[in-house]
DNA sequence: GAACTTTCGCCGAACATCGAACAAAGGCCA
DNA sequence: TGGCCTTTGTTCGATGTTCGGCGAAAGTTC
């Protein structure tokens, strides 16, 4: 059962959300009487959680006070571990960030090296923002592999050696700790930052592989066994040759993803090792590389194709490394989309680069913590006590 | 706004669903005072939607009071029309059938005829079930094609000619009315009959065309446009050959689609027109049938492996008139998409045939009606009233 | 048939919400 | 400058809702 509609939490949302920001905007909008909204807000104030600021514009009598969230207790932790990297963003309850990190980090050394990590450079992070660690309320993660997102565990991961079944969350002590896959957080990051509006939107990560987070609803799908968007290994035409580590061929990963292209011009002679090396190449006017990026942009368009006729979404938006040669990816993209997928569902539909770019991941992250502790079942817990 | 947790609509919610027979079992689940309960209870009651039957059975004390929905002044319709004919089911709250009816009819005769044939046998069911029309209270209908769900109007549907944008709702006073696309309702009404506890389904419809219907946390999924499930103009591979009447080629109803494998068939020199011959064929022992059949189930299930990737559900239906030969069907598909799916993706996945079978649509769309009917919001309406 | 268990209605107490009245704080205008 | 209007915010008694204890009802167990 969730709370009574104008309760505490309810009231918070409204704030939060940036749909009133007066005693009067709450009253009209829940249909509560003043008296009860005030009740409301003055234990908003005393848990700490809203504060008053000073007084608005007149509309023509007594100015009213405006209520903002009280974000200078509080810090949450967005954290977004790559391959080789760790991104952590420190946010305030406005999903502001605080203060932000960024380093190489192999995520194959296992849990203990990469969280210990992860501790320092979160002390670190806090004490620049000049916050306590008790302000530290709750954690997201995003992991380059698969979690079991109930209990914050990865499911077998394929380039996370040593982490299977590894219990993050009981690495935080005190505060909620909220993993997932970094796809997911990155496609809640875009949608919360660029495009709140969107009832379902996919974002597409082009890196070394190619996965995709999913947005229906407004709420990420992770499907039946938290596997849902895995798009790399669906098939594609007309590749049978390629071999795919996932043991299959044809994947759509092994053509075009970074890792694909970087080989297909090192055999024609072009020396790359990666999708950044691609990119440099693109960036370096390099024409077989363009050709080549927009070819996979083709083969990616060929695949979204049929997931817009399946899902219908409103966005798409492309992101990852390869997303820094957006202009050619997005044309392969666009064109095999638009020919390929139904005019109802292409009428509406917008195929754009991340807006959000590199800070996705961490960012949405964040915002996977905040949400949870924003939400007013939480909020009501914390009013109560 | 939601309701209030416990409200009467929240209590028939319970009732409705068999999680609670008993005011004692409502106490215990909402958590609310006995005499709240009996209070809340003693509402529905006078509204006519509870009725007490005889005592349960003791547990060592005073037997309780059974709780049941009084089904009694209630009906509801489902309507599915195809493109061929017009199937009907008269059902009550608790989404038993009380009456049902099944005509050939020409959708492409246009609304009015359509809806005036509807017409006369909701009165025949409705005699028949001895109900008057005034116990009319919603009507759910699935058609093939897209519709746009909020307003109930076709939405250039490509074989109901004259139906464009056709306002169905206004054709039925008195009741709320729902439209949608009939594969959808073909999923909801398998979900709720087979299983309900499931939280990712998606049904496929293999007949003349191939459509499949999705739902996502157990309601729904209808996209951004209400296109959302068009499937069968997603691309195979290996098949440029094959011309849909969509425009493009090597889409997968062209190539597998009942009226395709009937083609390809009649070019073997073994004469077919529809789906259904291709069945009787294939139940007469046909070889070329079954192999082609087969051939078809792992075309389809080239396509349902990327949507597993993609979607990660729990359990996938077949459904159709095709999947009247669905031994044949499925074991095509499952070959498939066993091969080319992720197997966390496939650990926990079901393929399974439609256990609802031809009602499926009729059922599905009066589960449309009497859901939106039983949900708290109108029930606290009605009580309220 | 006495003791026990469970259900259920009744009723006063506790609690939440409401709305009227009033105070506060500004604008508008003579 | 001062009076009046508008809007905001608080206080407080009135109202309505929910709770929980008590006792009656209706069975089982011994």
Redesign the pocket.
Known sequence: MTS?P?SPGDVLTLISAGSAT???DLAKITG?????I?QRVDALIESGLVEETE?GE????????QLRLHTEDHAFAGIDLGATHCRIALMDMSSDVLAECEDPLLIAEGPETVLAHVDRRLDELLERAGRPRAALRAVGMGVPGPVEFATGRPNNPPIMPGWNDYPIPEHFEGCAVFVDNDVNVMALGEHRNAYPGTRHLLFVKIGTGIGCGIVAEGTLHRGAQGSAGDIGHIRVSGHEDAGCRCGNSACLEAVAGGAAVARRLTELGIPAESGADVVALVQGGNTQALRLVREAGRLIGEVLASLVNFFNPEVIVIGGALSRVHEHLLAGIKETVYRRSLPLATHHLSIVPSRTGINAAALGAGILAIEHYLSPDNINRIVNA
């Not at 007149?58 to 006070?65: A, E, F, L, V, Y």
């Open positions: 009574a104008g007066t005693r009067s509560l009487a003043r008296s009860t005030s007084s007149s509309t023509g009598g007594r100015p009213p006070r």
